[in-house]
């Protein structure tokens, strides 16, 4: 849903606007100032047009400025930027960091930042967010070149090539005791140059059969094996198969199209390749950085509690 004008604003409530911001603000502090890239060009071009260090309010001495109001939005993603990136959207977000400015103060005069829940919570936020930084540091050198990306695509051409495909039409035929009456008149009918669609729209029980039999473009090891090998025996595109049996029933098999294999161009899947090979070096700067760590740092791990024996029920002789 979205939502246009002020109206919006009062029908989500000032409290649900706070939660909203609670959760953005928790998020913004865990992704140390990372960048979503959610953000639209206009409101890049919007934020351009600002100036980030306005300051806009102050509480005490505790400063907001517009470049706050840009981070709010930026981390609440496409959605909550086309309801609240506009005067009256930035308007109320400033009121509610102003009302967050507020209740910490009072909280801190209360001594609620020392409560041992709080500082609990903080502590895993500090841990999740310098986490992150050292990962990020440990993964800053990584780098994938297209060279490297090239040799990729050269040594692992099987990943890029698309398989010969056949499209195929098909008339399925029930294997019961008219079946070889029925497989005779549907061979008459196409020998003497009735439509292969029309007859499997007639006769056939495939779900197909309302496409003309239609199966689209398969590929191997797509089909039962006996459906397979009969269909990709076919050699020219109109050539239609003997009757072939399998679990399904019997079926008739016509090749319409023949379409090769292929193999796709370097630059159509340089950026995935680029995109793999950076995660699976990332992934090994990670676990070798890791290793270094458990080198450098003591880790004891508990020892896990042993299982009580079993009792064992007592028989009618244990009784006696």
Not at 52 to 70: N, R, W
Not at 80 to 88: L, R, S, T
Not at 295 to 304: G, N
């Amino acid at each position: 849903m979205v939502f246009k004008g002020s109206k919006s604003f009062k029908k989500m409530g000032s409290a649900f606007l706070a939660l909203v911001l609670l959760a953005v603000l928790i998020g913004t502090a865990l992704a140390s100032g990372a960048e979503t890239g959610s953000e639209s060009a206009q409101t890049r071009e919007a934020q351009a047009a600002r100036d980030p260090e306005k300051v806009l309010a102050s509480v005490e001495k505790q400063e907001i400025k517009e470049k706050d109001i840009d981070q709010i939005l930026q981390m609440m993603g496409p959605q909550g930027a086309m309801v609240y990136d506009n005067p009256q959207g930035r308007k109320a977000i400033l009121d509610e960091l102003i009302a967050m400015r507020l209740f910490a103060l009072k909280g801190e005069k209360d001594g609620l930042d020392k409560t041992p829940e709080l500082l609990a919570s903080v502590e895993s936020f500090k841990i999740q967010a310098v986490a992150r930084a050292a990962i990020e540091k440990a993964l800053e050198t990584v780098t994938v070149s297209d060279e490297e990306a090239q040799k990729y695509y050269d040594e692992h051409p099987d990943q890029f090539t698309e398989p010969e495909k056949f499209q195929l039409s098909h008339i399925l035929v029930s294997d019961d005791v008219t079946s070889a009456d029925t497989l005779k008149k549907i061979e008459a009918d196409l020998a003497s140059g009735a439509s292969f669609d029309a007859v499997a729209k007639e006769l056939s029980l495939c779900p197909s059969a309302s496409q003309g039999g239609d199966l689209g473009f398969v590929g191997k090891g797509q089909m039962v094996p006996e459906f397979e090998t009969a269909a990709f025996a076919l050699k020219e595109p109109g050539e239609i198969s003997k009757p072939v049996k399998t679990s399904y029933g019997w079926h008739i098999i016509k090749l319409v199209e023949k379409k090769p294999a292929s193999k796709h161009e370097f630059e159509k899947v340089k950026s995935q390749i680029l995109q793999g090979l950076d995660n699976e070096k990332k992934g090994q700067a990670y676990q070798a950085a890791l290793a270094e760590l458990k080198k450098t740092f003591t880790v004891t791990m508990a020892e896990p509690a042993e299982a009580a024996p079993a009792q064992e029920t007592p028989t009618s002789e244990d009784k006696k």
